[in-house]
């Protein structure tokens, strides 16, 4: 069973930046691609990026792109997401996921992941 552990959110003032870490265990040799989305607050769960394969094919989602940047280390099983010129809109519990096997549909939906972190807030003030 694959697991999925978060790290690297916190509190920080508009225009800041963060870094995101989830790090996967457990059979993690089986993903095929590992992603970001957020939940805001009274919002729905929102696409933020996804690194697929050997990480050549990444892609963000419209709301935040332009200002994060998703990586990977598959010698550490990590995904890192940078994060910068955040704004309070960004405030939200960001989750890592990742997929086994290829997309049948699209890389934007949640649906498609198999795995999923707890989450870790980020919390960006004015």
């Known amino acids: 069973q694959v697991q999925l552990v978060e790290s690297g959110g916190g509190l920080v003032q508009a225009g800041g930046s963060l870094r995101l870490s989830c790090r996967a265990s457990?059979?993690?040799?089986?993903?095929?691609?590992m992603g970001w989305f957020r939940r805001a607050p009274g919002k729905e769960r929102e696409f933020v990026a996804v690194?697929?394969?050997?990480?050549?094919?990444?892609y963000y989602g419209d709301s935040i792109k332009g200002r994060v940047t998703i990586s990977r280390d598959n010698a550490k099983n990590t995904v890192y997401l940078q994060m910068n010129s955040l704004q309070p809109e960004d405030t939200a519990v960001y989750s890592c996921?990742?997929?086994?096997?290829?997309?049948?549909?699209?890389?934007?939906?949640?649906?498609?992941?198999?795995?999923w972190g707890q989450g870790t807030q980020v919390t960006v003030s004015s």
């Open positions: 690194s697929r394969g050997t990480a050549s094919y990444t």
């Open positions: 457990g059979g993690s040799g089986l993903i095929h691609a």
């Open positions: 996921a990742a997929k086994r096997g290829v997309f049948r549909g699209q890389v934007a939906t949640s649906s498609e992941y198999d795995y």
